[in-house]
Structure formats: C-alpha cells, structure tokens
C-alpha cells in the first residue's frame, strides 16, 4: 500500500504530462459513483412517492369506516359494528386501494397487478399482492386502536447506461390507524 502511495505522489509532483491518465481514471470513477448515486435516489424517491400514496389510500379507507366506528366510539369501543336491531353486527369496508393508488400514481392495470409507464413508454415499476388487514376489536373490549394494515409487493427496474440490470424488489408496509377526536 506504501509503495502505490510513494508511487501516487511522485506522479503528482511530475511535471510531465504523467498526469493525464490519472485525471481521465479519477473522472470516470466520479462519473460512475455519481451515476450510482443518482439511481440510487431515484429509487429511493420512487419507493417514498409509492409509501406515501399507499398511506394515503389506507388512511381514506380507514376513514371510510368511520360510520361503522361512530356507534361503537359512542358505546366506549373503537371497532367497527353498526346495529343490527337488537344487537349490533361487524361492519368492516375494506376498501379500493388499488383504485386510489391508481388515481394518484397514474397505474394502468397488468395481469395479476398496475404498472405505471412513463412517457417513453418503459415500465417505472410494477406494483403487485396488496393485502390488507382491518382487525376488528371485539365489543366489550374496552377500547383499542382501530386500524388497518397494507402490505404491497414493489418492484422497479435498476438501470445503468440506459439498460436495465436487474430489478429492486421490496415490500413496502402501511398501518394507518383511526384515533376519535373525542
């Protein structure tokens, strides 16, 4: 290592011109770094836009079921039932995620999930297996957080030069949960 170094800074105190090979080495390698990084960010904001309209769709159904919430909340519960003549019957809407998300990030439908294009027509990612959970607290329970849970299978395509090299698959995970404001 010593020996690359005593190397590395004759070249630098030489004034002949030695210098060119290794200012051309050191700008490609800033290049690459630079456009790892630069993929590196676009994931990582792809996977947050995602995460945040996914956030969105299950905090509206979970707001959706405020109807069925408000009976119970009256009662001292937070669990979503209505009345059913003399007693009261589970009420849980599950909601269109997939629809919402759809609205707000431009997906199109594809096979088993929605894939959202761009405008030169290549897939930005694909979105797939959106599972959802609303556990419904039993009545009696003496309260608890009502709230829904959303799971979704995220992929997108990495590039490096205009190709594709492999894709990023991730699960990203959602809770939203409904609080009574009094």
């Known amino acids: 290592m010593r020996k690359y170094l005593k190397r590395a800074a004759l070249l630098l105190k030489d004034r002949r011109g030695n210098m ?3 200012v051309v080495a050191v700008t490609i390698g800033m290049l690459l770094i630079i456009l790892g990084v630069s993929e590196y960010m676009r994931l990582v904001i792809t996977a947050a836009g995602i995460k ?4 969105s769709a299950v905090i509206s159904t ?3 079921n405020y109807n069925e919430v408000y009976h119970c909340v009256r009662e001292g519960y937070a669990a979503g039932y209505e009345p059913d ?3 009261f019957a589970a009420s849980v809407d599950y909601g269109d ?3 919402r998300m759809s609205f707000l990030l431009g997906l199109e439908e594809d096979g088993d999930g929605y894939v959202r ?7 930005e990612y694909r979105l797939s297996n959106l599972s959802v959970s609303i556990p419904n607290n039993a009545l009696g329970a003496g309260g608890g957080s009502y709230y829904a849970d959303a799971s979704i ?8 030069a205009g190709k594709i090299i492999t894709n990023m698959s991730i699960n990203l995970k959602v809770r939203a949960a409904y609080t009574e404001k009094f």
């Open 117 to 123: 294009i761009n405008n030169g027509g290549e897939q």
């Open 20 to 22: 060119l090979p290794l």
């Open 85 to 87: 003549g003399e007693s």
């Open 52 to 55: 945040d309209a996914m956030e």
């Open 62 to 64: 979970v707001n959706d």
């Open 97 to 99: 995620i997939y629809s």
């Open 153 to 160: 299978r995220l992929e997108i395509p990495v590039r490096f």
